[in-house]
T-cell receptor
Framework: AQKVTQAQTEISVVEKEDVTLDCVYETRDTTYYLFWYKQPPSGELVFLIRRNSFDEQNEISGRYSWNFQKSTSSFNFTITASQVVDSAVYFCALSEALEDYKLSFGAGTTVTVRA | DAGVIQSPRHEVTEMGQEVTLRCKPISGHDYLFWYRQTMMRGLELLIYFNNNVPIDDSGMPEDRFSAKMPNASFSTLKIQPSEPRDSAVYFC????????????FGPGTRLTVL
């Protein structure tokens, strides 16, 4: 069963628009971590954020913000005032204590920001 | 500080040939992971090591795949014999003392098997 679901396959926006990427996860564990990674067209995987299951506080880093809600098993990611350089594939991932913290990735959401 | 280093960056080989991918983790990191990325299956964990010892190789697709970590600064992933369906991008990642920490990925090796 898919542990991480990113229902949006592709999102296309015009520069300066906000874009929100959805991530829904499934786990029986009480101790787990959630991650977002960015994969730009150059292909590398860039770590963006890690959040543990005991910390539901939302986080903002520049134009990026994350909304973690355990009640809905969601960890959504918003890019405010998008820029062309934000064009990439974004992956949500889960690691669980019961699975020895192995990373399970979602299928990814391709974001295209048009000038 | 250097990140995770992988070589080669690109590899083109013919079916049946042996392929060896190499990885140097970040110094001081205890965990090393090998992933494969394809369009069909996305990012899959193949195997991971803790302090040079293989912990979980349940993701290795078949016996043609093998991985070693002879020391803390070097790991190899070998495919013998290679097949066209092995064509993918192979990533190596490392993390520190706690496996739940963020993993830092290398640039990947794009493998094409003709």
């Amino acid at each position: 069963a898919q542990k991480v679901t990113q229902a949006q396959t592709e999102i296309s926006v015009v520069e300066k628009e906000d874009v929100t990427l959805d991530c829904v996860y499934e786990t029986r564990d009480t101790t787990y971590y959630l991650f977002w990674y960015k994969q730009p067209p150059s292909g590398e995987l860039v770590f963006l954020i890690r959040r543990n299951s005991f910390d539901e506080q939302n986080e903002i880093s520049g134009r990026y913000s994350w909304n973690f809600q355990k009640s809905t098993s969601s960890f959504n990611f918003t890019i405010t005032a998008s820029q062309v350089v934000d064009s990439a594939v974004y992956f949500c991932a889960l690691s669980e204590a019961l699975e020895d913290y192995k990373l399970s990735f979602g299928a990814g959401t391709t974001v295209t920001v048009r000038a | 500080d250097a990140g995770v280093i992988q070589s080669p960056r690109h590899e083109v080989t013919e079916m049946g040939q042996e392929v060896t991918l190499r990885c140097k983790p970040i110094s001081g990191h205890d965990y090393l992971f090998w992933y494969r990325q394809t369009m069909m299956r996305g990012l899959e964990l193949l195997i991971y090591f803790n302090n040079n010892v293989p912990i979980d190789d349940s993701g290795m697709p078949e016996d043609r795949f093998s991985a070693k970590m002879p020391n803390a600064s070097f790991s190899t992933l070998k495919i013998q014999p290679s097949e066209p369906r092995d064509s993918a991008v192979y990533f190596c990642a490392s993390t520190g003392e706690t496996p739940g920490d963020e993993q830092f990925f290398g640039p990947g090796t794009r493998l094409t098997v003709l």
